[in-house]
C-alpha cells in the first residue's frame, strides 16, 4: 500500500485501513497464494485490455438483445421506458 497517497497519510499501517479507506491508487502489487496478480499498479494475472474488450462486447449484445423489448416497456409503463432510454443514451 503506497503510504504517501492524499487518501493514506493519516491512516494507521494496518489490514483494516487499506480494506477501509485504500483504492486503487494506493495498490502497487497484490500476491495471492503466492501468484501475483498485480505488479507495479499493472493486472499481470490477465489479459486486461482483452477482458475489457470482451465486457464491451457482451454489453453490446445484451443491449441488443434488450432493445426490442424496450417497446413493450414503453407500452406498458412510459415513464421508466424514457428513463432507461435516457440511461442508456448516457452510457
Known amino acids: 500500500m503506497r503510504r504517501e497517497a ?3 497519510l493519516a ?3 494496518t489490514e483494516a485501513a487499506l480494506v477501509q ?3 486503487p491508487e494506493t495498490v502497487d502489487a497484490v500476491m495471492v ?3 501475483w496478480l498485480m505488479r507495479d499498479g499493472r493486472i ?3 489479459d ?3 477482458a475489457i474488450a470482451a465486457a464491451r462486447d457482451a454489453i453490446a449484445g445484451l443491449r441488443e438483445r434488450t432493445a426490442a ?3 413493450a416497456v414503453a407500452d406498458a409503463i412510459p415513464g421508466l421506458a424514457d428513463r432507461l432510454r435516457r440511461s442508456r443514451d448516457e452510457a
Open 21 to 23: 479507506h485504500g483504492g
Open 44 to 46: 499481470v494475472a490477465f
Open 33 to 35: 497464494d503466492g501468484r
Open 48 to 50: 486486461e485490455a482483452a
Open 6 to 8: 492524499a487518501s493514506t
Open 11 to 13: 491512516l494507521a499501517a
Open 69 to 71: 423489448g424496450l417497446w
